[in-house]
């Protein structure tokens, strides 16, 4: 059974840093792109990043490139998404979601495993 666990999430400040972190189970982490979505309240879930197999290929929504960098640890089955000088406007339940044995994608269409998601809020 394949399983995405995301944690990191919590309330901070406009400026202020996070980390989240995703762990996989029950699939070839090591052969699979990972992405970062978030789903604001009343909005369609959007891509954040993505990074592909061996990490050398990332990519980023425009809003947050510069300020976002997506990493992972093959040994620890775990993607990260590091977040700094955060904004109001990145509050969002953030998802991790893995494509095996595929290129990172922009599309959530792409991904066919998603983690529970973890709420971010920023404060102004």
């Known amino acids: 059974q394949v399983q995405l666990i995301e944690s990191g999430g919590g309330l901070v400040q406009a400026g202020d840093s996070l980390k989240l972190s995703c762990t996989a189970s029950?699939?070839?982490?090591?052969?699979?792109?990972m992405g970062w979505f978030r789903q604001a309240p009343g909005k369609e879930r959007e891509f954040v990043a993505a990074?592909?197999?061996?990490?050398?290929?990332?990519s980023y929504a425009d809003s947050v490139k510069g300020r976002f960098t997506v990493s992972r640890d093959n040994a620890e089955n775990t993607v990260y998404l590091l977040m700094n000088s955060l904004k109001p406007e990145d509050t969002a339940v953030y998802y991790c979601?893995?494509?095996?044995?595929?290129?990172?994608?922009?599309?959530?269409?792409?991904?066919?495993?998603w983690g529970q998601g973890t709420l971010v809020t920023v404060g102004s």
């Open positions: 979601a893995a494509k095996v044995y595929g290129l990172p994608h922009s599309s959530p269409n792409e991904y066919g495993y």
């Open positions: 029950g699939l070839t982490f090591s052969r699979s792109a």
């Open positions: 990074i592909s197999w061996g990490g050398r290929s990332t």
